[in-house]
Protein backbone atom coordinates (compact mmCIF):
# COMPACT_ATOMS: atom_id res chain seq x y z
CA UNK A 1 0.00 0.00 0.00
CA UNK A 2 1.47 3.54 -0.95
CA UNK A 3 1.03 6.14 1.62
CA UNK A 4 -1.19 8.96 1.38
CA UNK A 5 -1.08 12.33 -1.17
CA UNK A 6 -0.19 15.57 0.83
CA UNK A 7 -2.63 18.32 -0.54
CA UNK A 8 -0.93 21.98 0.34
CA UNK A 9 -3.50 23.94 1.28
CA UNK A 10 -2.62 26.93 -2.10
CA UNK A 11 -4.45 30.28 -1.12
CA UNK A 12 -6.51 30.29 1.39
CA UNK A 13 -8.44 33.22 -0.03
CA UNK A 14 -8.95 31.29 -2.87
CA UNK A 15 -10.96 27.86 -3.88
CA UNK A 16 -7.99 25.51 -2.70
CA UNK A 17 -9.69 25.00 0.48
CA UNK A 18 -12.88 24.37 -0.58
CA UNK A 19 -11.72 21.72 -3.62
CA UNK A 20 -9.92 19.80 -0.72
CA UNK A 21 -13.36 19.24 1.17
CA UNK A 22 -15.19 18.39 -2.36
CA UNK A 23 -12.16 15.99 -2.76
CA UNK A 24 -12.13 14.40 0.17
CA UNK A 25 -16.12 13.65 -0.13
CA UNK A 26 -15.55 12.14 -3.84
CA UNK A 27 -12.33 9.88 -2.85
CA UNK A 28 -12.37 9.37 0.72
CA UNK A 29 -13.30 5.72 0.11
CA UNK A 30 -10.71 5.73 -2.41
CA UNK A 31 -7.99 7.76 -2.20
CA UNK A 32 -6.27 8.87 0.91
CA UNK A 33 -4.85 12.09 1.47
CA UNK A 34 -4.38 14.76 3.95
CA UNK A 35 -4.42 18.60 3.40
CA UNK A 36 -1.90 21.00 5.18
CA UNK A 37 -3.42 23.98 6.30
CA UNK A 38 -5.27 25.56 8.99
CA UNK A 39 -8.40 23.79 9.44
CA UNK A 40 -10.28 27.02 10.59
CA UNK A 41 -9.86 27.30 6.64
CA UNK A 42 -11.98 24.48 5.71
CA UNK A 43 -16.11 25.08 4.96
CA UNK A 44 -18.08 24.72 8.11
CA UNK A 45 -19.86 22.25 6.70
CA UNK A 46 -16.67 19.80 5.92
CA UNK A 47 -16.15 17.58 9.38
CA UNK A 48 -12.34 17.86 9.95
CA UNK A 49 -9.84 15.35 11.50
CA UNK A 50 -6.92 17.10 12.98
CA UNK A 51 -3.78 14.55 12.89
CA UNK A 52 -0.43 15.04 13.55
CA UNK A 53 1.06 12.05 11.32
CA UNK A 54 0.29 11.20 7.67
CA UNK A 55 0.35 7.89 8.83
CA UNK A 56 -3.28 8.43 10.55
CA UNK A 57 -4.90 9.74 7.11
CA UNK A 58 -6.39 6.68 5.89
CA UNK A 59 -8.34 5.70 9.23
CA UNK A 60 -9.25 9.49 9.50
CA UNK A 61 -10.13 9.67 5.91
CA UNK A 62 -13.36 7.51 6.48
CA UNK A 63 -15.47 10.22 8.47
CA UNK A 64 -13.53 13.42 8.04
CA UNK A 65 -10.87 15.55 5.63
CA UNK A 66 -7.59 14.80 7.36
CA UNK A 67 -5.67 17.79 8.58
CA UNK A 68 -1.92 18.22 9.28
CA UNK A 69 -2.50 21.42 11.06
CA UNK A 70 -0.66 24.67 9.95
CA UNK A 71 -2.28 27.88 11.91
CA UNK A 72 -2.31 30.75 9.88
CA UNK A 73 -2.47 33.93 11.54
CA UNK A 74 -4.76 36.59 10.44
CA UNK A 75 -8.32 36.53 9.51
CA UNK A 76 -9.51 34.97 6.27
CA UNK A 77 -11.60 37.16 3.55
CA UNK A 78 -12.80 35.02 0.37
CA UNK A 79 -11.21 36.38 -2.65
CA UNK A 80 -8.69 38.81 -0.98
CA UNK A 81 -5.39 37.61 0.28
CA UNK A 82 -4.38 38.42 3.69
CA UNK A 83 -0.36 39.20 3.01
CA UNK A 84 0.08 37.90 6.85
CA UNK A 85 -0.75 34.24 4.87
CA UNK A 86 1.51 34.86 2.66
CA UNK A 87 4.86 33.19 4.19
CA UNK A 88 2.40 30.60 5.50
CA UNK A 89 1.28 29.52 2.14
CA UNK A 90 5.25 29.21 1.26
CA UNK A 91 5.99 27.43 4.40
CA UNK A 92 3.26 24.59 3.37
CA UNK A 93 4.57 23.46 0.03
CA UNK A 94 8.42 23.12 1.93
CA UNK A 95 6.53 21.25 4.76
CA UNK A 96 4.97 18.79 1.68
CA UNK A 97 7.88 18.49 0.13
CA UNK A 98 9.56 16.98 3.39
CA UNK A 99 6.97 14.67 3.72
CA UNK A 100 6.94 13.63 0.26
CA UNK A 101 11.08 13.25 0.29
CA UNK A 102 10.87 11.49 3.84
CA UNK A 103 8.59 8.73 2.23
CA UNK A 104 5.96 10.12 4.88
CA UNK A 105 3.36 11.31 1.23
CA UNK A 106 3.90 8.91 -1.70
CA UNK A 107 3.36 12.43 -3.89
CA UNK A 108 2.58 16.05 -3.09
CA UNK A 109 -0.48 17.89 -4.91
CA UNK A 110 -0.55 21.54 -4.43
CA UNK A 111 -3.51 23.81 -4.53
CA UNK A 112 -2.94 26.59 -6.23
CA UNK A 113 -1.29 29.88 -5.37
CA UNK A 114 -1.55 33.15 -6.19
CA UNK A 115 1.73 34.21 -7.32
CA UNK A 116 1.45 37.91 -7.11
CA UNK A 117 0.17 37.94 -3.38
CA UNK A 118 3.35 35.38 -2.13
CA UNK A 119 5.89 38.35 -4.13
CA UNK A 120 3.75 41.20 -2.70
CA UNK A 121 3.40 39.52 1.03
CA UNK A 122 6.77 37.22 1.54
CA UNK A 123 9.13 38.35 -1.34
CA UNK A 124 8.17 34.87 -2.95
CA UNK A 125 11.34 34.95 -5.32
CA UNK A 126 9.60 32.31 -8.00
CA UNK A 127 7.14 32.69 -10.36
CA UNK A 128 5.35 29.76 -9.42
CA UNK A 129 5.46 26.10 -8.01
CA UNK A 130 7.34 24.16 -10.84
CA UNK A 131 10.49 26.58 -10.33
CA UNK A 132 10.25 26.49 -6.33
CA UNK A 133 9.99 22.91 -6.43
CA UNK A 134 12.68 22.72 -8.70
CA UNK A 135 15.01 24.91 -6.11
CA UNK A 136 13.71 22.47 -2.85
CA UNK A 137 15.16 20.07 -4.37
CA UNK A 138 18.31 21.14 -6.41
CA UNK A 139 17.66 20.27 -9.88
CA UNK A 140 18.45 22.44 -12.74
CA UNK A 141 15.63 21.76 -15.04
CA UNK A 142 12.14 20.81 -14.61
CA UNK A 143 9.28 20.25 -17.25
CA UNK A 144 5.88 21.55 -16.68
CA UNK A 145 3.03 19.33 -18.48
CA UNK A 146 -0.51 19.91 -18.98
CA UNK A 147 -2.75 16.75 -19.17
CA UNK A 148 -6.32 15.53 -19.67
CA UNK A 149 -7.59 12.59 -21.25
CA UNK A 150 -7.87 15.10 -24.31
CA UNK A 151 -4.59 16.43 -25.05
CA UNK A 152 -0.72 16.46 -23.04
CA UNK A 153 1.30 19.64 -23.26
CA UNK A 154 4.33 21.39 -22.81
CA UNK A 155 5.75 24.78 -22.42
CA UNK A 156 9.40 25.00 -23.12
CA UNK A 157 9.69 28.30 -21.41
CA UNK A 158 7.45 28.96 -18.66
CA UNK A 159 6.27 31.96 -16.41
CA UNK A 160 8.34 34.79 -18.26
CA UNK A 161 6.88 37.41 -19.74
CA UNK A 162 6.30 36.96 -23.65
CA UNK A 163 9.09 39.62 -25.28
CA UNK A 164 11.80 37.59 -23.47
CA UNK A 165 10.90 34.34 -25.21
CA UNK A 166 12.83 34.05 -27.99
CA UNK A 167 15.75 35.12 -25.93
CA UNK A 168 15.37 32.17 -23.28
CA UNK A 169 14.59 29.79 -26.22
CA UNK A 170 17.90 28.41 -26.78
CA UNK A 171 18.70 24.79 -28.11
CA UNK A 172 20.00 23.51 -24.58
CA UNK A 173 16.28 24.26 -23.08
CA UNK A 174 14.68 22.97 -25.79
CA UNK A 175 16.68 19.58 -25.98
CA UNK A 176 16.35 19.20 -22.42
CA UNK A 177 12.57 19.49 -22.63
CA UNK A 178 12.45 17.13 -25.28
CA UNK A 179 14.34 15.00 -23.52
CA UNK A 180 12.34 14.97 -20.35
CA UNK A 181 9.24 14.91 -21.61
CA UNK A 182 10.09 12.08 -23.70
CA UNK A 183 10.94 9.81 -21.00
CA UNK A 184 8.16 10.93 -19.09
CA UNK A 185 6.06 9.64 -21.58
CA UNK A 186 7.40 6.32 -21.40
CA UNK A 187 7.84 5.68 -17.46
CA UNK A 188 4.65 7.89 -15.83
CA UNK A 189 2.49 7.75 -19.28
CA UNK A 190 2.82 3.87 -20.29
CA UNK A 191 3.65 4.96 -23.51
CA UNK A 192 6.55 2.32 -25.89
CA UNK A 193 7.05 5.06 -28.53
CA UNK A 194 5.44 8.37 -27.65
CA UNK A 195 4.65 10.83 -30.77
CA UNK A 196 5.90 14.14 -29.88
CA UNK A 197 4.60 17.27 -31.88
CA UNK A 198 6.67 20.48 -31.53
CA UNK A 199 5.29 23.75 -32.05
CA UNK A 200 7.22 26.38 -33.99
CA UNK A 201 7.84 29.70 -32.26
CA UNK A 202 6.44 32.28 -35.28
CA UNK A 203 3.28 32.28 -37.17
CA UNK A 204 3.26 29.49 -39.70
CA UNK A 205 6.49 27.99 -37.99
CA UNK A 206 8.44 30.92 -39.63
CA UNK A 207 7.10 30.89 -43.08
CA UNK A 208 10.70 29.82 -44.24
CA UNK A 209 12.07 32.66 -41.94
CA UNK A 210 10.12 35.09 -43.63
CA UNK A 211 8.39 35.42 -40.22
CA UNK A 212 11.21 34.88 -37.42
CA UNK A 213 14.31 32.36 -37.78
CA UNK A 214 13.91 30.77 -34.33
CA UNK A 215 12.18 28.06 -36.00
CA UNK A 216 15.02 27.28 -38.43
CA UNK A 217 17.69 28.11 -36.59
CA UNK A 218 16.92 26.88 -33.11
CA UNK A 219 14.07 24.55 -32.82
CA UNK A 220 14.94 22.42 -36.14
CA UNK A 221 18.78 21.74 -35.55
CA UNK A 222 17.40 20.16 -31.84
CA UNK A 223 14.74 18.18 -33.56
CA UNK A 224 17.44 16.80 -36.17
CA UNK A 225 19.49 15.86 -33.78
CA UNK A 226 17.08 14.28 -31.49
CA UNK A 227 15.82 12.43 -34.58
CA UNK A 228 19.04 11.04 -34.61
CA UNK A 229 18.81 9.85 -30.98
CA UNK A 230 15.65 7.84 -32.01
CA UNK A 231 12.98 10.16 -30.80
CA UNK A 232 10.15 10.70 -32.64
CA UNK A 233 9.64 14.05 -33.26
CA UNK A 234 7.24 16.22 -35.65
CA UNK A 235 7.91 19.59 -36.40
CA UNK A 236 8.11 22.63 -36.12
CA UNK A 237 4.68 22.79 -36.73
CA UNK A 238 2.64 25.51 -37.17
CA UNK A 239 0.74 26.20 -33.66
CA UNK A 240 -2.77 27.09 -35.09
CA UNK A 241 -3.43 24.39 -36.80
CA UNK A 242 -1.47 21.60 -34.19
CA UNK A 243 -4.68 21.00 -32.51
CA UNK A 244 -7.74 20.60 -33.97
CA UNK A 245 -9.06 16.83 -33.76
CA UNK A 246 -7.51 14.95 -36.89
CA UNK A 247 -4.11 16.93 -35.78
CA UNK A 248 -4.36 15.56 -32.09
CA UNK A 249 -4.89 12.19 -33.15
CA UNK A 250 -1.61 12.08 -34.68
CA UNK A 251 0.77 12.59 -31.52
CA UNK A 252 0.77 11.74 -27.76
CA UNK A 253 1.91 15.32 -26.65
CA UNK A 254 2.72 18.75 -27.76
CA UNK A 255 5.63 20.52 -26.80
CA UNK A 256 5.10 24.38 -27.14
CA UNK A 257 7.37 27.30 -27.08
CA UNK A 258 5.61 29.35 -24.65
CA UNK A 259 3.01 29.11 -21.64
CA UNK A 260 -0.01 30.37 -24.00
CA UNK A 261 0.68 28.36 -26.96
CA UNK A 262 0.41 25.07 -24.19
CA UNK A 263 -2.13 25.96 -21.81
CA UNK A 264 -4.50 27.86 -23.95
CA UNK A 265 -5.52 24.74 -26.08
CA UNK A 266 -5.74 21.98 -23.17
CA UNK A 267 -7.84 24.97 -21.18
CA UNK A 268 -10.17 25.61 -24.07
CA UNK A 269 -10.50 21.44 -24.49
CA UNK A 270 -10.62 19.85 -20.95
CA UNK A 271 -10.51 22.70 -18.20
CA UNK A 272 -12.52 20.67 -15.87
CA UNK A 273 -9.99 17.38 -16.15
CA UNK A 274 -6.83 18.99 -17.01
CA UNK A 275 -3.64 18.38 -14.73
CA UNK A 276 -0.50 19.83 -14.00
CA UNK A 277 2.40 17.83 -13.19
CA UNK A 278 5.84 18.61 -12.83
CA UNK A 279 8.41 16.04 -14.59
CA UNK A 280 11.95 16.27 -14.15
CA UNK A 281 11.54 16.26 -9.76
CA UNK A 282 12.90 13.10 -7.40
CA UNK A 283 9.38 13.05 -6.28
CA UNK A 284 5.88 13.50 -7.72
CA UNK A 285 3.94 16.25 -7.78
CA UNK A 286 0.33 17.08 -9.42
CA UNK A 287 -2.03 20.46 -8.77
CA UNK A 288 -5.14 21.10 -10.81
CA UNK A 289 -4.57 23.09 -14.41
CA UNK A 290 -6.84 26.11 -13.09
CA UNK A 291 -5.39 29.06 -10.24
CA UNK A 292 -7.04 30.74 -7.49
CA UNK A 293 -10.63 31.87 -8.61
CA UNK A 294 -10.57 34.58 -6.29
CA UNK A 295 -13.48 35.85 -7.46
CA UNK A 296 -15.91 32.67 -7.01
CA UNK A 297 -13.60 31.48 -3.72
CA UNK A 298 -16.39 31.15 -0.65
CA UNK A 299 -19.34 30.51 -2.74
CA UNK A 300 -19.32 26.64 -3.42
CA UNK A 301 -19.35 27.22 -6.67
CA UNK A 302 -16.02 25.61 -7.93
CA UNK A 303 -15.57 22.86 -10.04
CA UNK A 304 -13.27 20.38 -8.20
CA UNK A 305 -13.28 17.84 -10.98
CA UNK A 306 -9.35 18.52 -12.03
CA UNK A 307 -8.17 18.95 -8.24
CA UNK A 308 -9.89 15.16 -7.93
CA UNK A 309 -7.90 14.37 -11.48
CA UNK A 310 -4.99 15.56 -9.63
CA UNK A 311 -4.96 13.59 -7.00
CA UNK A 312 -5.98 10.67 -8.52
CA UNK A 313 -2.68 10.45 -10.85
CA UNK A 314 -0.38 11.57 -7.70
CA UNK A 315 -1.97 8.30 -6.82
CA UNK A 316 -1.65 6.69 -10.18
CA UNK A 317 1.97 7.63 -10.39
CA UNK A 318 2.54 6.57 -6.75
CA UNK A 319 1.10 3.05 -7.07
CA UNK A 320 3.54 2.69 -10.31
CA UNK A 321 6.29 3.25 -8.55
CA UNK A 322 7.92 5.97 -10.57
CA UNK A 323 9.19 9.42 -10.22
CA UNK A 324 8.92 11.86 -12.59
CA UNK A 325 11.34 11.70 -15.59
N1 LIG B 1 -0.92 25.86 -9.84
C1 LIG B 1 -1.10 27.11 -9.45
O1 LIG B 1 -0.75 27.46 -8.34
C2 LIG B 1 -1.77 28.08 -10.37
C3 LIG B 1 -1.93 29.36 -9.94
N2 LIG B 1 -2.50 30.29 -10.75
C4 LIG B 1 -2.63 31.61 -10.18
O2 LIG B 1 -4.01 31.87 -9.90
C5 LIG B 1 -4.22 33.27 -9.90
C6 LIG B 1 -5.48 33.59 -10.68
O3 LIG B 1 -5.25 33.23 -12.05
P1 LIG B 1 -6.31 33.38 -13.22
O4 LIG B 1 -5.55 33.60 -14.45
O5 LIG B 1 -7.35 34.35 -12.80
O6 LIG B 1 -6.94 31.94 -13.40
P2 LIG B 1 -8.00 31.12 -12.54
O7 LIG B 1 -7.91 29.72 -13.03
O8 LIG B 1 -7.84 31.34 -11.10
O9 LIG B 1 -9.43 31.74 -12.95
C7 LIG B 1 -9.82 31.92 -14.31
C8 LIG B 1 -11.35 31.81 -14.42
O10 LIG B 1 -11.71 30.44 -14.29
C9 LIG B 1 -12.60 30.26 -13.20
N3 LIG B 1 -12.24 29.02 -12.51
C10 LIG B 1 -11.00 28.62 -12.17
N4 LIG B 1 -11.03 27.45 -11.54
C11 LIG B 1 -12.33 27.09 -11.48
C12 LIG B 1 -13.01 25.96 -10.92
N5 LIG B 1 -12.37 24.96 -10.31
N6 LIG B 1 -14.37 25.94 -11.02
C13 LIG B 1 -15.04 26.93 -11.62
N7 LIG B 1 -14.44 28.02 -12.17
C14 LIG B 1 -13.10 28.09 -12.09
C15 LIG B 1 -12.43 31.47 -12.31
O11 LIG B 1 -13.58 31.71 -11.53
C16 LIG B 1 -12.10 32.55 -13.32
O12 LIG B 1 -13.30 33.10 -13.83
C17 LIG B 1 -2.95 33.90 -10.47
O13 LIG B 1 -2.17 34.40 -9.40
C18 LIG B 1 -2.23 32.75 -11.11
O14 LIG B 1 -0.85 32.91 -11.13
C19 LIG B 1 -2.94 29.99 -12.01
C20 LIG B 1 -2.80 28.71 -12.48
C21 LIG B 1 -2.22 27.65 -11.69
N1 LIG C 1 -0.53 28.47 -15.62
C1 LIG C 1 0.02 27.38 -14.96
C2 LIG C 1 0.53 27.77 -13.68
O1 LIG C 1 0.56 28.93 -13.35
C3 LIG C 1 1.01 26.71 -12.79
O2 LIG C 1 2.14 27.14 -12.18
P1 LIG C 1 2.84 26.35 -11.01
O3 LIG C 1 2.47 27.07 -9.78
O4 LIG C 1 2.38 24.95 -11.07
O5 LIG C 1 4.29 26.51 -11.35
Known amino acids: MTAPVALSCGEPAGIGPELAAAAWDALRDTLPFALIGDPAHVPAHIPVALIDDLSQTQDAARTALPVLPHEFAGPLSHGTPNPDHAQGVIDVIARGVDLVRSGNASALCTAPIHKKALQDGAHFAYPGHTEYLAA ?59 RIAVAGLNPHAGEGGSMGREDIEVIAPVLHEL ?37 IPIKTLDFDRGVNVTLGLPFIRTSPDHGTALDIAGQGVANPSSMIEALRLAQTMAQAGTTPA
Open 227 to 263: RAQGLDLRGPMSADTMFHDRARATYDAAVCMYHDQAL
Open 136 to 194: LAGVDRVVMMLASPALRVVPTTIHIPLAQVSDALTPSVLRDTLLITHAALIRDFGLAAP
